[in-house]
């Protein structure tokens, strides 16, 4: 084995071969991520698929393969490389590192090791050594004389991935800095609304108080206990059937609340390969401007001999036990206060929030979301509504330049596990059940940026909430847009049916938008987050998306 040094080249002759990235974990030690960029003779990638990292674990040729990290003696992170494999016109594979959360200065033992796959002999070992790095360079093999060499690199970026993935080609454009070669473009979404009207003024959400509400304190323990069984409460009477005119439901008293689960996955399993997608109908556009106040309607009148019910106590939402309607609430009431939605605490333990007395109900019209308020997905004729469009947005500052942001849903199950992620590399899950139509590398100016396509019938039962998010990959912040948008739209009926504007702008590379979640009878319900996070990787959200699972 050659012990290298900064600068230095040794012959490969092994075609098999496997790339560790080693470092020496604990506190202070910010999370480290190997990849591999496959550059053409000209030192550029030909697109967006020569990048191999862990979303992204396998080049079309697979010549080269992310594996994926372990812990023993060391950290690492695997990369494998088939030499023979790689197709005509690639004369280099780059191997690189990027820091989430520090710098490589506070990484120690940071070493790259190049192994014989075949024979299990060590080819090269590189201990490097950095400061204020971001993202890192450790080595690259090259063609050379009709054979391979092996170079140690040890080139820093404190600009990060995204100024790593500038330099070789990937359509990055961070922060005013020039422009590289343009990589191969991305799919548009296939779902294109029709020409929206001209945007206006939103209200600003005000930012989230700093002082967090009040919680409801959960029994403390000696040890984690297993989540006790939830007891359904007993159905009551279903009010007779009523001739038509069909009868607007009352406020949905809210569910019980869901055990705190222990912990949240935060791994990312590899894409699967994408399912044919079904022909997906259009859909209007947003409402740029804010919807008109909604009339209060007059009460109606209850159903004849309703049976009686003691009244409903405020539960948390989700999971749901609905109870028959009660009476009517009477007209002109007051919308409740906007509260805004505190940052969740940390730890393992996701405590439930103090609960609202109840679910909004859908209108005939467009409603815009409330942190902290839950709208129940009933339509007005009191059916449940299934199939959605999820569409985001987001607008660049003036004077700022085109913005590339990222839309994903992560599934999970009741105790918040991390089921799946689904993102335009990883596009189709549970069946078409969530579909993701394609990436935008420029933000909106008519219609959704990009679009989630939601079949909450055809979700396993196992899914029991999904949080979607808008995250920048290449760094971008969210003060270089003016804002951001969620909105849900009717499949069927092409009509918005409820939407979440976000003014607030912070220096952070991602946000958390909006969660639905399913109740025991399987009715939805959708809530506004707009917490932003300083990531550029959505498996980094999944932790935080957990905490919302069981919040209200």
Same mark, same amino acid.
């Given at each position: 084995?050659?012990?290298?040094?900064?600068?230095?080249?040794?012959?490969?002759?092994?075609?098999?071969?496997?790339?560790?990235? !080693?470092?020496?974990?604990?506190?202070?030690?910010?999370?480290?991520?190997? =990849?591999?960029?496959?550059?053409?003779?000209?030192?550029?990638?030909?697109?967006?698929?020569?990048?191999?990292? /862990?979303?992204?674990?396998?080049?079309?040729?697979?010549?080269?393969? /992310?594996?994926?990290?372990?812990?023993?003696?060391?950290?690492?992170?695997?990369?494998?490389?088939?030499?023979?494999?790689?197709?005509?016109?690639?004369?280099?594979?780059?191997?690189?590192?990027?820091?989430?959360?520090?710098?490589?200065?506070?990484?120690?033992?940071?070493?790259?090791?190049?192994?014989?796959?075949?024979?299990?002999?060590?080819?090269?070992?590189?201990?490097?050594?950095?400061?204020?790095?971001?993202?890192?360079?450790?080595?690259?093999?090259?063609?050379?004389?009709?054979?391979?060499?092996?170079?140690?690199?040890?080139?820093?970026?404190?600009?990060?991935?995204?100024?790593?993935?500038?330099?070789?080609?990937?359509?990055?454009?961070?922060?005013? &800095?020039?422009?590289?070669?343009?990589?191969?473009?991305?799919?548009?979404?296939?779902?294109?609304?029709?020409?929206?009207?001209?945007?206006?003024?939103?209200?600003?959400?005000?930012?989230?108080?700093?002082?967090?509400?009040?919680?409801?304190?959960?029994?403390?323990?000696?040890?984690?206990?297993?989540?006790?069984?939830?007891?359904?409460?007993?159905?009551?009477?279903?009010?007779?059937?009523?001739?038509?005119?069909?009868?607007?439901?009352?406020?949905?008293?809210?569910?019980?609340?869901?055990?705190?689960?222990?912990?949240? $996955?935060?791994?990312? =399993?590899?894409?699967?390969?994408?399912?044919?997608?079904?022909?997906?109908?259009?859909?209007?556009?947003?409402?740029?401007?804010?919807?008109?106040?909604?009339?209060?309607?007059?009460?109606?009148?209850?159903?004849?001999?309703?049976?009686?019910?003691?009244?409903?106590?405020?539960?948390?939402?989700?999971?749901?036990?609905?109870?028959?309607?009660?009476?009517?609430?009477?007209?002109?009431?007051?919308?409740?206060?906007?509260?805004?939605?505190?940052?969740?605490?940390?730890?393992?333990?996701?405590?439930?929030?103090?609960?609202?007395?109840? $679910?909004?109900?859908? =209108?005939?019209?467009?409603?815009?979301?409330?942190?902290?308020?839950?709208?129940?997905?009933?339509?007005?004729?009191?059916?449940?509504?299934?199939?959605?469009?999820?569409?985001?947005?987001?607008?660049? $500052?003036?004077?700022?330049?085109?913005?590339?942001?990222?839309?994903?849903?992560?599934?999970?199950? $009741?105790?918040?596990?991390?089921?799946?992620?689904?993102?335009?590399?990883?596009?189709?899950?549970?069946?078409?059940?969530?579909?993701?139509?394609?990436?935008?590398?420029?933000?909106?100016?008519?219609?959704?940026?990009?679009?989630?396509?939601?079949? !909450?019938?055809?979700?396993?039962?196992?899914?029991?909430?999904?949080?979607?998010?808008?995250?920048?990959?290449?760094?971008?912040?969210?003060?270089?847009?003016?804002?951001? /948008?969620?909105?849900?739209?009717?499949?069927?009926?092409?009509?918005?049916?409820?939407?979440?504007?976000?003014?607030?702008?912070?220096?952070?590379?991602?946000?958390?938008?909006?969660?639905?979640?399913?109740?025991?009878?399987?009715?939805?319900?959708?809530?506004?987050?707009?917490?932003?996070?300083?990531?550029?990787?959505?498996?980094?959200?999944?932790?935080?998306? &957990?905490?919302?699972?069981?919040?209200?």
């Amino acid at each position: 084995m050659t012990q290298m040094t900064k600068g230095g080249n040794v012959p490969v002759a092994a075609l098999a071969l496997r790339a560790t990235l !080693l470092w020496l974990g604990g506190a202070g030690v910010p999370d480290v991520d190997a =990849s591999a960029l496959l550059l053409q003779a000209d030192g550029k990638v030909s697109g967006d698929a020569d990048f191999v990292y /862990y979303n992204q674990p396998a080049h079309p040729s697979n010549a080269v393969r /992310y594996l994926g990290k372990s812990s023993a003696a060391q950290f690492s992170d695997v990369i494998e490389i088939d030499l023979a494999q790689l197709p005509a016109g690639f004369d280099r594979v780059l191997l690189a590192a990027s820091a989430d959360g520090g710098t490589f200065g506070q990484v120690p033992g940071l070493e790259l090791l190049l192994t014989d796959r075949v024979s299990g002999a060590d080819v090269a070992r590189f201990a490097m050594s950095a400061t204020t790095e971001t993202a890192f360079v450790g080595g690259e093999l090259y063609r050379h004389s009709g054979g391979w060499k092996f170079r140690a690199v040890g080139q820093g970026y404190s600009s990060g991935l995204a100024g790593l993935a500038a330099d070789f080609g990937i359509g990055v454009d961070d922060g005013g &800095a020039a422009t590289p070669a343009a990589a191969a473009p991305a799919p548009e979404p296939v779902v294109v609304p029709p020409a929206a009207q001209p945007p206006a003024a939103q209200p600003a959400v005000p930012e989230p108080p700093v002082a967090a509400p009040p919680v409801v304190a959960p029994p403390v323990v000696a040890q984690p206990l297993p989540a006790p069984p939830v007891v359904a409460a007993a159905p009551l009477p279903a009010p007779p059937v009523v001739a038509p005119p069909v009868v607007t439901p009352p406020p949905i008293p809210m569910p019980e609340p869901l055990v705190a689960p222990e912990t949240a $996955a935060a791994s990312y =399993s590899a894409p699967a390969p994408a399912e044919a997608a079904p022909p997906k109908p259009g859909y209007g556009p947003p409402a740029w401007a804010p919807p008109p106040p909604r009339p209060v309607a007059a009460p109606v009148p209850p159903p004849a001999s309703p049976p009686a019910a003691p009244p409903a106590a405020p539960q948390d939402y989700p999971p749901a036990v609905y109870p028959a309607p009660a009476a009517p609430a009477p007209p002109a009431t007051p919308p409740p206060p906007q509260h805004q939605q505190p940052s969740p605490p940390a730890g393992p333990a996701y405590p439930p929030a103090p609960p609202p007395a109840s $679910a909004t109900l859908l =209108s005939s019209g467009s409603l815009n979301l409330r942190r902290s308020e839950w709208i129940s997905l009933v339509k007005p004729d009191g059916t449940a509504l299934h199939r959605l469009v999820v569409g985001v947005g987001w607008f660049p $500052a003036p004077g700022a330049s085109n913005i590339d942001l990222d839309a994903s849903v992560i599934a999970f199950d $009741a105790q918040a596990n991390k089921l799946e992620i689904v993102w335009h590399r990883n596009a189709n899950e549970f069946m078409g059940a969530l579909q993701h139509t394609g990436d935008s590398k420029t933000g909106a100016t008519e219609g959704d940026a990009e679009a989630i396509l939601v079949d !909450l019938a055809r979700l396993p039962e196992r899914v029991a909430a999904l949080v979607f998010t808008i995250n920048s990959f290449t760094g971008q912040r969210f003060t270089d847009i003016t804002r951001a /948008y969620f909105r849900m739209a009717d499949q069927l009926t092409e009509q918005e049916v409820v939407r979440f504007d976000l003014s607030d702008t912070q220096p952070s590379t991602a946000v958390l938008m909006a969660i639905v979640r399913r109740g025991t009878t399987g009715v939805w319900g959708v809530r506004a987050i707009g917490e932003f996070h300083d990531t550029r990787f959505v498996k980094k959200l999944v932790e935080p998306a &957990a905490r919302h699972v069981t919040m209200l």
